[in-house]
């Protein structure tokens, strides 16, 4: 809510700007006139230039934004050079010089005449739109700017929308009291430029944290696929599930194929930013085949268990028709990085195509809110059948063997498969409840135990002598960031009183990129044999990659315990706890 106040208060702070004067007593003088004959219509063509404009600065971001990694560079240039512009009000006149002559003689074109019908106060509009969007531009500049890092989504849209209706309630004002806000919008110049500059001036540092990369994941947490710590509190308060992970359901499969419903025809696959093992495919390319589209992100603990199932579908049917999707959509930033997506899903031994969705515009156009999240098509195009979190995978597969059947595949194999994952991939364990996924940094975090937090400071934190159920806490030199916690020098320690089969733990080195040795111990001893399969039986590992590590596996998850990881060196970064 507040950056959409900020952004109507910029719309309404452009008037003040020096370059938007020369139009202004032109307008003013006509404010005793009909506002329906001459301010609407005025209103009407400023609206309309800045359609156009904002939907140049669209396209544009749209291909900054497939240009990836290189793409937000520019993108942090552009920013910059946003800033200079508020900063030194000159530089930005010569920016902007071509489309305020312009504007200039067009308003000056149509200045001829007391009574402008409604065509011409039309018109006028648009002149005042073009030289209103330059004096703009830095402004709007940044909002759009930041559209483009962030991907066109509905707050970008909402960003946009709260803009121009600042700059409209500027100049509808300016309508209908006159000439005495003209007047007042001069003497007020002063202040509205040094308002300009200290904006500028923000912008600068922020671009120097973000390229020092000391935004600490800024692009996870504008993604919409991200929920905050007070989202995540009223969802809890009023019932609802964590949509990033629902519930598994654990119902008897009882043999019975699931009601196929139809549920609209499959939305487009067009807002990948690239592909991996297929050139990209679209919902027309894949009219007559069954299409499987399974979102997922690669340090999912509940995805990468579904995973085994997935491509077991994979292999056992393509040849009858078959098409799976893996629709990669990131939840920590370092997720949106194409090499570690293309690494890790060669470990995992995918085959089969791979929509990255950095963007959510995939996500967002099937109105996705789970991962993993499994859509069936048939042949048609047509959505069937959707299945959230783990489990009911005989079902699933049922729901396959029938779409095959409806596209015409000659004897589709009935059998169910039998998949039993390894390692993470491993089903979780049933008896009775689990401790919750547990997110590090301060955006989502919960029962943190440590005395004296802070936020993005080193802090050197002690680590109370007992802990309670579910609560964790640290030892050592650390800084809380918004998504992860950072170890500014070793050793450090992370405890975990837990309750649970399996414990996992999302990390990956620092900057440098070097490996971090760790050391886990289970109730303070060694885990022997119910060390993790990134640990050996002395609890020892490497951190090596950002993803999900097993630290511990027990036989069952009877008993509360208490883990503990330290970190031989510094620099590790670590992001959520997640049980089975």
């Not at 690494?343 to 085959?351: T, V």
């Amino acid at each position: 809510m507040l950056i959409l106040i900020l952004a109507y208060l910029g719309g309404v702070l452009t008037i003040a700007s020096p370059c938007i004067l020369p139009v202004l007593p032109f307008v003013f003088a006509r404010s005793d006139q009909s506002f329906a004959r001459t301010g609407l219509p005025l209103l009407a063509g400023m609206a309309l230039t800045f359609t156009l404009v904002a939907t140049l600065a669209a396209v544009g971001g749209g291909w900054v934004v497939q240009a990836n990694q290189y793409g937000r560079w520019l993108a942090l240039i552009l920013m910059a050079i946003f800033g200079i512009t508020l900063l030194f009000p000159r530089i930005g006149e010569r920016l902007m010089h071509p489309l305020v002559s312009a504007g200039n003689r067009m308003t000056d074109a149509l200045s001829v005449g007391r009574k402008p019908k409604i065509g011409t106060s039309f018109l006028l509009g648009i002149a005042t739109g073009l030289l209103w969007a330059p004096c703009a531009g830095p402004i709007l500049g940044l909002v759009l700017t930041g559209a483009a890092l962030q991907g066109a989504n509905v707050g970008s849209t909402l960003l946009l929308l709260a803009y121009a209706a600042g700059a409209v309630t500027s100049l509808t004002l300016a309508l209908l009291i006159g000439g005495k806000v003209f007047t007042a919008m001069k003497k007020s110049l002063g202040a509205g430029e040094w308002i300009r500059r200290g904006i500028g001036a923000a912008m600068l540092l922020g671009v120097v944290a973000i390229s020092l990369g000391l935004d600490t994941g800024i692009l996870a947490r504008i993604s919409t696929a991200s929920t905050g710590g007070i989202e995540q509190t009223l969802l809890k308060k009023f019932g609802v599930n964590d949509p990033a992970n629902p519930e598994t359901t654990a119902a008897a499969d009882n043999g019975a194929l699931p009601t196929l419903a139809d549920l609209g025809p499959m939305p487009s696959l067009d807002g990948a930013v690239q592909w991996l093992n297929s050139p990209p495919l679209t919902a027309a390319s894949l009219r007559g085949k069954v299409v499987l589209v399974d979102f997922w992100t690669y340090s999912c603990i509940n995805c990468l268990r579904a995973l085994p199932y997935v491509k077991a579908w994979a292999d056992k049917y393509r040849s009858q028709g078959l098409v799976v999707i893996g629709v990669h959509a990131p939840e920590f930033a370092f997720e949106r990085d194409i090499d570690n997506v293309t690494k890790e899903s060669k470990k995992l031994g995918i085959d089969y195509p791979i929509a990255i969705d950095n963007d959510y515009k995939i996500w967002r156009a099937f109105n996705n809110q789970y991962w993993p999240a499994h859509y069936f098509i048939d042949a048609k195009g047509e959505i069937r059948h959707t299945h959230f979190g783990e489990g009911e995978y005989a079902q699933s597969e049922r729901v396959i063997q029938e779409l095959l059947r409806e596209a015409g595949a000659k004897n589709v194999d009935t059998s169910i498969s039998q998949v039993q994952g390894k390692g993470v991939e491993q089903a979780p364990g049933l008896e009775g409840s689990i401790s919750p996924e547990t997110y590090l940094g301060y955006m989502r975090t919960e029962n943190f135990a440590s005395d004296n937090a802070a936020s993005d400071v080193a802090v050197n934190y002690k680590a109370p002598a007992t802990l309670d159920l579910n609560a964790w806490a640290l030892d050592g030199n650390w800084t809380i960031n918004d998504e992860k916690i950072q170890l500014n020098s070793a050793p450090g320690r992370i405890l975990y009183q837990f309750h649970a089969r399996d414990l996992h733990l999302v990390l990956g080195p620092g900057k440098d990129g070097k490996a971090v040795r760790f050391k886990v111990l289970l109730d303070g001893k060694v885990p022997g044999a119910m060390h993790g399969s990134d640990t050996n039986a002395d609890g020892e590992g490497v951190v090596t990659d950002q993803r999900l590590y097993q630290l511990i596996r027990q036989k069952d998850n009877s008993g509360n315990h208490t883990f503990s990881i330290e970190f031989l060196n510094g620099g590790v970064n670590a992001y959520a706890f997640t049980f089975g």
